[in-house]
């Protein structure tokens, strides 16, 4: 008994109450756990006894317990309860690349890392880790495992994270599981979780985890496992089993097994199988005995005396209620607890079933809405069970049955209740689902990462910022990445600035990948808001289509655009824009959102092609960009007047329907645009429905999907007159521009015009006061003025002046007053509104409620502050308040009634403001009003546009403006108009409108709005004030006064003491010199005779004719002129038609300078009292030196003589000209102004009338100049020349040669006009335009371009385009001699060499580059032709000398082939057969000689000494040949010929002499094996002398390309393969790959192909596959040669120079990354014996090209798993001695010198390491060395010996 005492120790029954009192543990508090409970443990482990006797008295006692007294807690497993040990039964939830989540019992869930498999697994994973390399039997877990497998697992630790969860780790390695059991306690029966640790040949060895016991599986028993789970033949390293042991041998040291599934699912833990408390599994099935049924579950008896528990959750719910105590029942384990011992079990059908799985739920229940769910029980510490529509069972816990705690009702949720929930997760442990009854959960839009698509927008938190982007929390659980480049429209820099942790944004779903839990989201404003569709797929890639994306990558290709969902397409260069864009990558950035349409899609391929030409191309029938009311947004313009009926109200403006279109054109009217004003646009806002027609309505812009209107009266105006800007381009400083805030920031506000330029105003500039918050001074959609300070064209940014000094014409008065008066206009359009509806209450109240009305009211109450509220049957509906001012001082009291006069009527707040005070309810005789007279008036009442005063002689309510310009909008206290102030008011317009008031303006000089210059007008109003009196002087009257002040314009004077008149200076003399100043030839003081001509008004300075109203009150204007004092007056006719109408255009006059308006450049004159004008800046003077300065150039009062060009009727104005009528003729000269200046292409300019024209660079200047633009600035005025003007287009020329014919000096660059202007080896200067690879053309003028080929660019051979493009930048200046004219096809051929040109060659001679061999031959040939042009004019006389100049022409050539063969044939064709390129060309070229000598053939070419195609045309000579001597020698013949008649005897003996010469020598030539071929004919000589010579082919094949003949080069390849002997293999090769090059060069990508494929049929295909390759990547072809490369690896897939050159490819492209990745499919792909190789030549390219420290990883890695590979250590040595430094290089050898080789190797080591420490070590290093081998020697032969 004793035995089975100690094997069974007795747990989970009765405790005695001493051992359950003496222990208890405190209560574990839960922090997010499925249930909120406070949990004791009460049982506790027993002690084991110490005698035998007494241990047989326990159990008995044990046996007779009675129930009643078991204490036993029956509760589910809480988060709290578990511990490090604790063995628990999970299933398989979800499987992911690094662990298993695993659903535990009670809704609790677990995590099993890659690392808690099992033992073999792990080393698995540790040996692929060390190799680098991917092992064939290492499976993921996905491979192992699948959701729904029941697992053991043990509690590893459970973690708490900084947001207070917690996480379980758990391990289900069956070391952990198992630890309970030892060998000797293994019996047949039972069943144990196993896994696979190594597959043999007649079945599995499987660790079970208990120490000194080896598990077998035979296949036979594994059969039926194998087939069932689908998991492939064979079971694999680190699979879960469920294994049943059917044999125990050696005392448990062998078992055998079996995982049968009939046997497993039938097996049954029985006593006889020994089970402990210690090491009983969960997962077992056992027969129990009910114990005792609570509320929470039921306690059951096991095994014979084992306790344990099953709670509410567990309970078979068809059974639940019929639980009995003593009922035998079948029950699995669900967990152990390693102290307290509980066990938990659960009676669900599902696991009583050994090997069986759980029910799942299905997906499309996840996340649903249970409408009605009924409440089956309710657990007042955990939740409630409920059972859902589908009659599944749901658990829901505390905390998700509501708000919060304190609005929790525990009544609602009694049996049989219904409540509405949603499934939130789903235990499949439980076998139930987990629902909330949240309000904010059940209507959430995401749940899981399955709830949200692509393209939907989210609000989001954000949780982090990191140097990839932004994490933002979308939903509780799920998180997104904003990736860097999607955090704005723009890169952000510093991120950190626009965005903390906690900040809510909008962004919006670029790709959701739920099965990797993978958000990308972006926060790019353009795509957040974009309402064109959303382009997901390559299927929805419809042609026509128009949508946003992204620019990712922009190249000289084009643009690669990307979409969502990873959607890519590519933009080509001809379809970035409508003008050509040269370099792509500078005018798009990555990141840069851009509207495209979709051109052609093909799905299947992947491919995508796209445009950003969305106009011009129609889209297709039946396609639209996204509604149907887009097809008509193309007839509205901005500026488009249009009547709309409102549609719908929302809080930030109006939906309306465009009226035209029979309501299909839906618009947007925003609040802040229904007026100028901000009250009245509220007002507005306030009492429009949906219903009313609002007319006369401005199209303002186009928004995405639809158009903004704008109702301000400024803008409209702004946009009719055309006093806007309608691009960057034509913005100039110092403009005045009407707009309205778009953003208000603490640094500035931003400004917006009409046709969308934005600019902004800083804080210095906002405003004339001190700025202290930006937004105390402007709101968002408030009108301004603004003034263009300055341009940033480079970044496309405009600075603004808001200040009111800078912005104002200066009459504060009159922009007042047209404020107030638009402003109480647009209030009369509300009120005839409100009128038309014919509605009762308020709104008709309102319009009868006018400002001045008497009221009947009663006081209702009276506040704290002394203000009153009143009541009235007139006023119902309204708030009708009197201030205690308005009381005026009378005390009321409720009840009281009352006579009140209205002030003011508030329509949104339902105010209506009145007063009771006695001085305005006072019956007064209204006197009649005057204009412009001047009252003393006091303010009453204050709103935001205007003051309402009551003047006080007269007793009228007037309305006075409060802002003087619509910038003024700031005030400081101590400026602010306070009721009960005095001021004096100006009336404006003395008849009262509707709305009772008279409009006045404050008396300007009582009045301070804003601080400016004084100006010279106000300075001579206050002068002429004391004028303004009374007067009885009428027209044509003589008066005689004295000069009181001379001003430039007018002269002051005194007629009386009272009276004042004014003198202008056109009445001063009758003929006006001209520049003279007349009003200085009177002094102050001077007595002057007058007449009077007029009258002008004090306040307004207009002049009044002698009928004007007020000509009594207005200051007289004088005339001194003799012709007027004794002439007749004529009267003034104030009309202003009248007035100009005398004034003809052409006509000159003589007029006066008032002031340079620098502002508006023009030049404001005075013509006569009443008449002024303008002369615009480029019509001062032709003179530039004038224009420049012309506010200095011209004095105030100076008399001018102007023609008259125009007259502007609106405004009294003269437009003038002081240079006449300007012509724009051809030929004409002019003045103008840099408007803009386009690099390498010239300059636009700004000419007279407002016309624009062209200057190119060639007209610029009689020298060109390396930076022509240099010398001019926007806003320059030059003069220039019209050379033509046709169609509207305007040619100029800056040339002196052109503006000054005459006086110009040498013109050193000639201008060229057409082709005609250019001469056959004429010297010509000019301006890079383009590369191409055809050539380098050269601009020589405006309209004529040459070619220069490659060949004529320099003397050097020259094999990548980019080098030409690096030294031949567009816009460079050089020199070129002329080639050729071809005037029928308008051809310049042209040269740079520097023997044509005598300037230096273009392309440096530092680069060491090979010259062409032709140069020296050709210099020879011309200095033979004037040779020849000598002898054809002294035939007779130098005939001899002739001869022998010719002979010795003939001797000196072969010498100097014999010197450098090579290089006077060189092709330009690379053709080398020599090993090494960078020696020295003669020593090459006499080595090759001999070659030729020896072997008496031409050599055969192998390609692996280094022969390479050079594939550049252009960079080929022609050749030079013996052609040019003959011709020479022809042309001899010919005139000898002719003068054959005159040659005497002796002379055709010499003759004769000469020709048999001459042959003899071309004889001995042709026999000279070293002689280079010249011409067909020798090469056809050549070929057939050495038919299987492939250099001479590709020799032959050069000749011809140097002469342009690419077919006849295919045809000469075509016959060297036909010829060629089939054996000569490498021969042929060469010819091929010539072949390629041509065609990869000069043909077509179909044609290349066509050759490949043919090249792979007749040869070894990895060598043509090798070629190629190299062929793509030297010209540079990096993506063909990548496609290549991808399919050399699928068809050579075993070849490892394959993988090797592959990656050289990537390393040098710089895609270390990628190369990293290519090294792990190369080891998959290759067999093992070639791993070390390949990992070590990988390594070697690491070295060369990229990542060192990779590299030194790889060898390391390799070296460690391989030590005694003495190769890869001598190659590892041999890089470190080159790269690395000596103490590693040490550190290598010490290693080495360590390790157990063979001796001989050893020796080998230790003589590297003495050399090594000889070379570049000390004294002290060497001896270390030696001293280790002498103890490596000591040590080997004492191992002999023993």
Known sequence: MASIEENFPRGGIQKKPTETTGKKTKPKFEQDNLFDIHHEEQTQKRKRSEGDHRKQKKFK????????????????????????????????????????????????????????????????????????????????????????????????????S???????????????????????????????????????????????????????????????????????????????????????????????????????????????????????????????????VAPLGISLTFLSSFTGIVDFMHVDPEKSTNYSPNQVVKACILSTHP????????????????????????NDRMGAV??????????????????????????????????????????????????????????????????????????????????????????????????????????????????????????????????????????????????????????????????????????????????????????????????????KGLVPKNELSSEPISCPDKVFHDGQVVKVMVLKCEPQQGRLLLSFRLSSRPVPEGRTECTPKKKQEVKYQIGEMVDVKILKKNENGLEVSILEDGDDVIAWLPTVHLSDFVANSKLLWHCLQEGDVLPRVMCLSDKGDRIILCRKSA??????????????????????????????????????????????????????????????????GQTV???????????????????????????????????????????????????????????????????????????????????????????????????????????????????????????????????????????????????????????????EEFAIVSLLDSGWLAAVPIASHFNDTFRFDSEKMKVGQRIYATLKMVKANDLGFVLAVQDPTKKNVFVRDRKESETALEETLAAAVKHSLSLGDIVTGTVKSVKPTHVTVAIDDKLTGSIHASQILDEVPIHSFPTYTLKAGQKVTARVIGGRDVNTHRYLPITHPHFTRSVPELSIRPSEIEGKVETVRDDTHEKLGPYNIGQTVTCFVRKYNIVKNWLEVEVTPEIRGRVPRLLLSLNTKVLKHPEKNFK???????????????????????????SLEPGTNTVGVVAKMIPHIGLTITLPGGKTGKVSIFHLSDKYTESPLSDFKIGKVVRCCILSNENGKIQLSLRQSRLNPKNSSKVEDAEITSIKDVKKGQLLRGYVKSVTPSGVFFGLSASLLGRILFQNVSPYFVQKHSLYEKYLPEGKLLTAKVLDVNKNENHVELSLLPEDTEMPSVLPESLGLPRYGAEEEKREEEKREEDNKEKKEKVKRKRKQRRVNSESEQEAKPKKRKLSPADENDSGIEVYYREEEDGDQEGEAAEEKSKIKKCGEFPRLQVSTGFTWDEDINALEVPVLNQKEESSESEEEEEENLQSKKQTKKEKELEKQKKEKELCKLEAALMDPSRQPQSADDFDRLVLSSPNSSILWLQYMAFHLQATEIEKARAVAERALKTICFREEQEKLNVWVALLNLENMYGTEETLMKVFERAVQYNEPLKVFQHLCDIYASSEKYKQAEELYHTMLRRFRQEKSVWLKYASFLLKQGQTEATHRLLERALKALPTKEHVDVISRFAQLEFRFGDPEHAKALFESTLNSYPKRTDIWSIYMDIMIKQGSQKEVRDIFERVIHLNLAPKKMKFFFKRYLDYEKKYGTTETVMAVKTAALEYVEAKSSLADT
């Not at 499949?428 to 692509?454: G, N, P, W």
């Not at 202290?772 to 402007?778: G, P």
């Not at 405004?1211 to 003038?1216: A, I, K, P, S, V």
């Open 61 to 160: 006692a044990d046996k007779k317990a009675p129930a009643k007294d078991i204490a036993v807690s029956v509760e589910p497993l809480t988060i709290q309860e578990l511990c490090e040990g604790m063995l628990l039964l999970g299933c398989i939830k979800e499987v992911t690349v690094f662990e298993l989540v695993i659903s535990l019992p009670n809704g609790l869930t677990g995590f099993v890392p890659v690392t808690q498999i099992s033992d073999a697994y792990s080393e698995l994973l540790s040996k692929q880790v060390t190799q680098g390399e991917l092992l064939e039997d290492l499976n993921s877990l996905s491979d192992l495992y699948s959701p729904g497998m029941l697992v053991r697992c043990a509690v590893t630790s459970v973690e708490k």
């Open 162 to 292: 900084a947001d207070g969860r917690r996480s379980i780790k758990l391990s289900i390695n069956p070391k952990n599981v198992n630890r309970g059991l030892n060998a000797s306690a293994l019996t047949s029966g039972m069943l144990l979780s196993g896994f696979v640790s190594s597959v043999e040949d007649h079945g599995y060895l499987i660790d079970i985890g208990v120490r000194g016991t080896h598990a077998f599986l035979p296949h036979q028993k594994a059969r039926s496992y194998i087939k069932a789970v689908k998991k492939g033949s064979d079971l694999k390293i680190g699979q879960s089993l469920n294994c049943l042991i059917e044999e125990v041998k050696n005392e448990g040291r062998v078992v055998r097994l079996s995982a049968d599934r009939s046997e497993v699912s039938a097996s049954i833990a029985t006593e006889q199988q020994n089970w402990t408390l210690s090491n009983l599994l969960p997962g077992l099935v056992v027969k129990a005995r009910v114990q005792k």
């Open 339 to 362: 102290t307290s011992k509980v066990v938990h079990l659960t009676l669900r059908q599902a696991f009583l079933h050994p090997g069986g799985s759980p029910n799942q739920l299905s």
């Open 370 to 567: 249970v409408e009605e769910s009924t409440v089956k029980a309710f657990y007042k510490q955990f939740g409630a069970v409920f059972e859902l529509d589908d009659g599944m069972l749901a658990f829901a816990r505390l905390k998700h049955l509501s708000k919060t705690r304190k609005s929790f009702k525990p009544a609602a949720f009694k049996a049989g209740c219904k409540h509405k929930c949603r499934i939130i997760d789903y235990s499949l442990m439980d076998e139930m689902c987990i629902v909330s009854l949240k309000h904010q959960i059940i209507e959430a839009r995401f749940l899981r990462y399955q709830d949200i698509h692509t393209g939907d927008v989210m609000q989001g938190k954000v949780v982090s910022l990191k140097p990839i982007g932004m994490h933002v929390k979308v939903a509780d659980g799920i998180k997104g990445l904003v990736p860097s480049i999607h955090l704005a429209d723009v890169i952000l820099k510093q991120p950190e600035k626009k965005y903390s942790v906690g900040d809510e944004v909008r962004c919006r779903v670029l790709e959701c990948n739920p099965a990797e839990k993978k958000l990308f989201l972006t926060l790019k404003k353009t795509l957040v808001q974009s309402k064109l569709p959303v382009l997901s797929s390559y299927e929805d890639a419809e042609p026509g289509l128009i949508t946003h994306g992204f620019v990712v990558c922009a190249r000289e290709f084009g643009c690669i655009v990307k979409f969502y969902n990873d959607v």
């Open 715 to 780: 803008v409209m105006s702004a946009v009719q007159e055309e006093q806007v800007v309608r691009s960057f381009s034509e913005i100039q400083p110092g403009v005045l521009l009407t707009g309205y805030v778009r953003k208000v920031m603490p640094f500035g506000v931003f400004v917006e015009f009409p046709f969308g330029v934005t600019g902004l105003a800083p804080k210095v500039s906002m405003s004339d006061k001190f700025v202290t918050d930006t937004k105390d001074h402007f709101v968002v």
């Open 785 to 943: 003025i603004a003034k263009v300070m300055s341009i940033d064209e480079e970044k496309q940014r405009v600075l603004l002046n808001l200040k009111v000094s800078e912005c104002s014409s200066g009459d504060s008065a009159a922009e007042s007053f047209s404020l107030l008066s638009q402003y109480f206009k647009e209030m009369e359009e509300i009120k005839n509104l409100l009128r038309r509806r014919e509605e009762s209450g308020l709104a008709q109240s309102f319009c009868e409620l006018v400002p001045g009305k008497e009221l009947q009211l009663v006081v209702q109450d009276v506040t704290e502050d002394g203000s009153a509220l009143f009541s009235g049957s007139c006023v119902r509906g309204w708030t009708v308040t009197a201030t205690r001012y308005h009381l005026g001082g009378k005390k009321v009291v409720h009840g009281e009634k009352a006579k009140g006069l209205v002030l003011h009527v508030d329509a949104i707040a339902s105010k209506v403001h009145v007063s009771l005070r006695e001085e305005l309810l006072k019956k007064r005789a209204k006197q009649r009003l005057t204009k412009n007279s001047q009252h003393p008036a006091i303010v009453q009442h204050i709103t």
């Open 1196 to 1222: 105030n009062g100076q008399a001018l003589s102007a023609t008259v060009t125009g007259t502007d009727a609106t405004e009294t104005n003269l437009f003038l000209s002081l240079t006449g009528i300007q």
